[in-house]
């Protein structure tokens, strides 16, 4: 049989090919090639055939065939077979596949050749791909060729120290005496392999942690020898000693110094060297500072230190280079909480940073430019953030909106800067901000009683300018139907009144439901403005001219509406005018109480019921379980769901159902609505009684607790008792999120023992705001007639950075007052 193709000609021939089929064709032939050379046992070309099968496996080709021959040339006497036997074994093989377990005795044999460049390919194909049941067996080859006194040995015997204890982690002992004694060694590529193991043996037992902490001066010794060097051409890095050692080094302080005072304080004056003598005009002097700044900022540090390290971080703000600047804001990000006065040192840096072309570090700055807003920056901070929002690609509006809101609400000024803050954003970004902004809004609004004539005069003109943002319009909308005699009649004191006739305003509005642009939810309120205004205004024919007109439109939720405001004037013309009153101020507390209405759309009138509540639909009994299909176990009962399953006939009642008797005391239902001629069609308002339709809720003194605290996700209980039955507790949850990133579709849901009866309420919002930047809260009302020990079982689910996370807990530590 001819010899065949080296190697090199292989691949002169393979680059030869104009097209995909044709390489195919030249790859399939050389296989074939090499099966026949392998079939015929021919050991002087093997060597040669397995080096060639290892390129085409590089270029993706089938070589499993090849697997065998690996092992043969591994048993092979010849340094050269041995070397590309054991670089197949490390391309080819893996612990999946059994075949590898055939290589032991040849790499425990090599292990103890005399030849060091044999024992060193054996210590790596061990270190690469050894399985669990060849570490055990050849552990303790590893350990004495760690002890010996070849520097070439002993760096490569470390690193395959470090696969023995990630597939054997009881095996670490074992390394342990060898351990100490690296660190003494004068060769950087020991030192180096020494501190690797070091690292992973501290990162997996705490009790190594402990053992290895009395090293710090030494490790602080090698640092500083490294950093105080002269210039070593083996070991020179643009001008830097080594700059992987010493990261490597920075790396296992920082480690070994975390919630350690007597070692922090041991490498404080190291660490404030390097920060101080390192050189920042190459990218090896950044990367040494970066690693100094994660080590100072991780362990307990003196506060001048970690000033210095925000200071690095503040240049590295200025740098040209976009990685550089990127790793800055993201650090900067994480330590603002902790030190907030230092970061607000870069603040000017930082908002320049908003104006970068880089996405990435346009979203770093936004999210630190909101975490550190204040009350002291609060004018300042919203001005450059508000114009970052006007330029902003579409992709940013929603974060950089919801970040407005939270900052405002939490520090605004005065009531008119933050309305006029909140009226820029819907102005500027009113499609993309969230859905709860639009209640919000209207909570803040109503209870600025002396803004009034101001915000409605302000929301007009902007109506005039621009109905496409459709949150503006939905919240001008109610302004107008609420307070359209102030506009009117001109009462605005903060700036020059308009002149506005009562037809304008409803032209305006008018022109709103026939417009293109609006949609059903914008539909209604507009409509509901309009009837509103007809006990604000005089020209009451024209309005009922207008709702007479779509009580026959084709959106279904728009006809109710109309249908039910025209059965207001003809049935109900002497209640109207006590239905659609102004809005009394509005509590806080009430955007997440049972009253789901204010949380909708600001609107107390019973007619403004959101389509948002599903019809009346009667549920399998396997639906209405299903929380005891997720949670499991048979002694808890379902939740009672806010809108009951079944429906009385009149749709008065439908209220009753949906706001009434919500005590789940167990006592006589609402009083029936009146009887209804058939020839008459059921009216939301018929059968409305003079009973409240919410029980007061007083506080108890109950304390507050934490239900559940992972992957930074934060469930606190509050807890009140519910006036006039003191079996209920009202529980309310308050959601928050540490993260950088906000949690999406959060869903929480609760089962309770079958003593218990239990009624979720809808949430504030399924968006946990990153950066404890926002609170999510839900209320439970629980009744617990046999005064038992109140226990639960909680099933959370929610996205957080793409990845849909769940879980479940169960929370048995109640305070006593919960259920006593």
């Keep these: ?298 362990i307990k540090s003196e506060s001048g230190l970690r000033v210095l390290a925000i200071n690095i971080l503040g240049r590295f703000l200025l740098n040209n280079d976009k990685n550089i600047r990127y790793v800055a804001l993201t650090s900067l990000l994480k330590t603002v909480q902790t030190d907030h006065n230092a970061v607000q040192r870069h603040r000017s840096t930082i908002v320049d940073c908003l104006k970068d072309l880089d996405v990435s570090i346009k979203r770093r700055a936004m999210e630190l430019s909101f975490a550190l807003v204040n009350g002291n920056n609060i004018r300042g901070m919203m001005k450059e953030l508000l114009y970052f929002l006007d330029s902003c690609d579409p992709d940013f509006k929603a974060d950089c909106a919801s970040g407005v809101f939270l900052a405002a609400e939490k520090y605004a000024p005065s ?173 806080k507390s009430a955007s997440n109480g049972p009253t789901e209405i204010v949380q909708t759309n600001g609107e107390a009138e019973p007619s403004a019921v959101e389509s948002k509540h599903p019809p009346p639909v009667t549920q399998p009994t396997n639906q209405a379980n299903d929380l005891l299909d997720l949670l499991g176990g048979n002694d808890v009962v379902p939740v009672i769901q806010t809108t009951m399953p079944t429906k009385p006939a009149s749709a008065g009642g439908e209220l009753l159902d949906l706001l009434g008797d919500l005590s789940l005391s167990g006592g006589p239902a609402p009083a029936p609505a009146p009887s209804v001629p058939a020839s008459q069609p059921p009216f939301l308002l018929d059968g409305l009684s003079s009973q409240p339709l919410f029980n007061d809720i007083a506080a108890a003194g109950i304390p507050p607790m934490t239900a559940y605290s992972k992957n930074g996700l934060k469930i606190d209980f509050t807890f009140e008792r519910a006036n006039p039955n003191p079996n209920i507790a009202v529980i309310t949850i308050h959601a928050t999120n540490s993260t950088e990133a906000e949690m999406t579709d959060f869903v929480f849901q609760a089962a309770v023992p079958k003593t218990f009866q239990l009624q979720l309420l809808s949430p504030s919002s399924n968006v946990v705001p990153a950066l404890n930047q926002g609170t999510v809260t839900q209320v439970i009302r629980v009744l617990n007639q046999q005064k038992q020990q109140l226990r639960m079982r909680i099933k959370l689910t929610y996205t957080h950075k793409g990845s849909a996370v769940q879980d479940l807990a169960e929370v048995n530590n109640f305070p006593p007052q919960s259920w006593q």
């Design 1 to 298: 049989m001819p010899a065949p193709i080296r190697l090199r000609e292989l691949i002169r021939t393979i680059r030869t090919a104009r097209t995909q089929a044709e390489e195919r064709e030249m790859i399939q032939k050389e296989c074939a090639a090499i099966r026949s050379s392998f079939r015929e046992e021919d050991n002087t070309y093997r060597c040669r055939n397995v080096a060639k099968l290892l390129y085409m496996h590089m270029l993706g080709y089938p070589a499993h065939f090849g697997q065998l021959e690996c092992l043969k040339l591994i048993a092979s006497q010849k340094f050269t077979d041995k070397r590309i036997g054991y670089l197949g074994a490390m391309l080819l093989l893996d612990e999946r596949q059994d075949v590898h377990l055939l290589m032991t005795n040849c790499i425990k044999n090599d292990l103890n050749h005399s030849t060091q460049y044999v024992q060193g390919l054996a210590l790596c194909t061990l270190g690469c791909m050894g399985s669990s049941e060849m570490c055990r067996d050849l552990a303790g080859e590893v350990e004495k060729l760690l002890k010996t006194s070849n520097s070439y040995l002993r760096k490569k015997a470390a690193l395959c120290a470090v696969h023995v204890i990630r597939k054997v982690p009881e095996l670490m002992e074992m390394f342990l005496p060898a351990t100490k004694n690296l660190l003494s060694e004068k060769n950087h590529g020991v030192l180096h392999t020494s501190v690797v193991l070091l690292t992973e043996m501290c990162e997996r037992s705490p009790d190594m942690l402990s053992h290895f902490r009395k090293l710090v001066p030494q490790l602080v010794r090698i640092l500083k020898n490294l950093i105080m060097s002269g210039y070593s051409p083996e070991h020179d890095v643009s001008g830097i000693s080594d700059p992987f050692l010493q990261v490597r080094i920075l790396r296992l302080l920082r480690i070994l110094g975390k919630n350690d005072d007597d070692s922090s304080e041991a490498m404080n004056d190291i660490l404030a060297q390097v920060a101080t003598n390192t050189e920042t005009s190459k990218n090896v002097g950044n990367a040494i500072l970066y690693e100094t700044v994660l080590t100072i900022m991780d």
């Design 415 to 587: 009531k008119r800067w933050h309305i006029d803050t909140i009226m820029r954003v819907l102005t500027t970004a009113g499609s993309y901000v969230r859905d709860d902004s639009v209640p919000n809004l209207i909570q803040l609004i109503t209870n600025s009683v002396e803004m009034h004539a101001y915000t409605v005069q302000r929301l007009y003109k902007a109506l005039l300018d621009d109905i496409s943002q459709q949150p503006l319009v939905q919240v001008a909308s109610w302004c107008i139907g609420e307070y359209g005699d102030l506009l009117v009649s001109g009462q605005c004191e903060e700036e020059e009144p308009i002149q506005v006739t009562e037809d304008e305003v409803l032209d305006v509005l008018e022109g709103l439901l026939v417009s293109n642009l609006s949609t059903p939810v914008t539909r209604g309120y507009s409509l509901t403005a309009i009837m509103k205004l007809s006990t604000r205004f005089s020209s009451v024919n024209r309005i009922k001219k207008v709702v007479s007109i779509y009580g026959s439109s084709i959106d279904v939720e728009l006809q109710q509406r109309a249908v039910e405001y025209n059965a207001l004037f003809k049935k109900y013309d002497h209640m109207r005018p006590a239905l659609l009153e102004r809005m009394p101020i509005m509590e």
